[in-house]
């Protein structure tokens, strides 16, 4: 009898931390490696916010904390919601992890019964159907193609739902396309799912503030009618350049908060006390920087998706948000290039061009790799010369 779980031997390692871990391993042997492939902000936390943690830790703010966050986060949080997304919450409507992961999770753990589906627009965040999975719920992936801008349409999400249906999740901007939903195109999903009132809402916001036409960012609670059953989660990992604080939080109904705090009685407890109290000033302290990063991270977007597109064989949309672009491959999977999946294509590019990225697959979506462009111009100049005479060779 295995030691191991059946519940475990359901998923499988995170496919871009992989990634991620592989491009440190070969930069450590010493090649020359550009990392395409993390989901983080190259820039460092802003200076207020370190110096916030700092004083917490010399003022003594280092015991355990109420399990779901300090009651100065969770004002934040709704003074965050109310301002930015106008979304009315309650103290007991809010509930802070360790990272919007830790959200998610204890969402699943503590409402999925087994044969459970989650309805899980394709190409995804790969988390969420493992995490389904982990939980005892059946994820339904439908997939959303380049012509639809990987975007999941009314008529496909009708299709979808059945009489298991517990959740659908929605992330906008995407991780792994960077493309954002329209307000019409929320309103047009929320009226269909106004007539299945069973079905719950899972919007990931992770990536609200790098949103390149912020004034047409919104949230379904916002726009439609069920705020009663949505799940709002977000946090400070990307906005903040926090990956490393592992802050995240939610806004919802009090029934599900409550459930997701007596997951998180039994297995973390509360978020770090330092970094619950630097989240505080990135919230409410000043977000001039939102706005000046991500001013650079629309440079390298239309560097890269420009760069990108005058690769023969390759094809690039021009996303709306977040910090990845998600290019076709497909033209270059062929008998002359020796190339029969993305996998391959991105082995093959780590390999001869030193260049990591993550294949198309890992995100439920084959015949595409994501690029992160996260990274310095002067990097991304270098890796885009790479892909082009890597595959201009293979041609
Ligand atoms: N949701 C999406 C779409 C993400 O890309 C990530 C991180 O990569 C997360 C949630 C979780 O972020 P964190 O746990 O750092 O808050």
Redesign the pocket.
């Known amino acids: 009898m295995s030691i191991i779980s059946n519940s475990l031997k359901r998923i499988k390692p995170s496919p871009?931390i992989a990634v991620s871990q592989k491009a440190r391993e070969l930069k450590a042997a010493g090649k020359d490696v550009i990392g395409l492939g993390a989901?983080?902000p190259d820039f460092d936390t802003p200076n207020n916010i370190k110096n916030a943690a700092i004083k917490a830790i010399r003022g003594g703010d280092t015991k355990y904390t109420a399990v779901d966050g300090t009651p100065a986060l969770k004002k934040a949080i709704i003074k965050k919601f109310k301002k930015e997304n106008n979304l009315k919450y309650s103290v007991e409507e809010i509930t802070v992890g360790?990272?919007?992961?830790?959200v998610?999770y204890n969402a699943f753990m503590a409402t999925l019964n087994k044969g459970d589906e989650v309805i899980i627009p394709a190409p995804f965040?790969v988390?969420y159907p493992d995490m389904v999975l982990l939980a005892g719920g059946k994820p339904k992936i439908v997939k959303c193609s380049e012509g639809e801008n990987f975007k999941l349409t009314p008529a496909k999400l009708k299709k979808a739902i059945s009489k298991k249906t517990k959740w659908l999740i929605l992330?906008s901007p995407?991780?792994p396309t960077g493309a954002s939903y329209t307000k019409k195109e929320i309103v047009k999903l929320s009226k269909i799912l106004a007539k299945h009132k069973k079905i719950h809402i899972l919007s990931?916001d992770?990536?609200e503030h790098i949103s390149y036409d912020k004034s047409k960012y919104f949230t379904i609670a916002q726009v439609s009618n069920l705020k009663n059953r949505t799940l709002t989660?977000n946090?400070?990992?990307?906005s903040y350049a926090m990956?490393g604080w592992?802050?995240?939080y939610a806004g919802g109904p009090k029934e599900i908060i409550k459930a997701i705090r007596k997951v998180q009685s039994q297995s973390t407890s509360n978020p770090s006390s330092i970094s619950q109290a630097a989240a505080v000033e990135a919230l409410n302290g000043t977000q001039s920087f939102i706005k000046t990063r991500s001013k650079e991270f629309k440079k390298r977007r239309d560097f890269v998706v420009k760069s990108l597109n005058n690769i023969k064989g390759v094809n690039c949309l021009t996303p709306d948000g977040a910090f990845y672009v998600f290019p076709s491959c497909k033209k270059l999977l062929n008998k002359k290039t020796k190339l029969k999946t993305d996998s391959e294509f991105v082995e093959k590019l780590l390999e001869k061009a030193n260049v990591a990225v993550v294949q198309g697959s890992a995100f439920g979506l084959p015949g595409y790799f994501r690029i992160s462009y996260a990274t310095s111009m002067q990097k991304l100049k270098v890796a885009m010369e790479r892909i082009k005479s890597f595959c201009n060779n293979l041609n």
């Open positions: 871009t989901g983080e360790t990272g919007g992961k830790q998610l965040w988390s992330n995407s991780n990931d992770i990536y989660m946090g400070v990992s990307k990956t592992r802050i995240g």
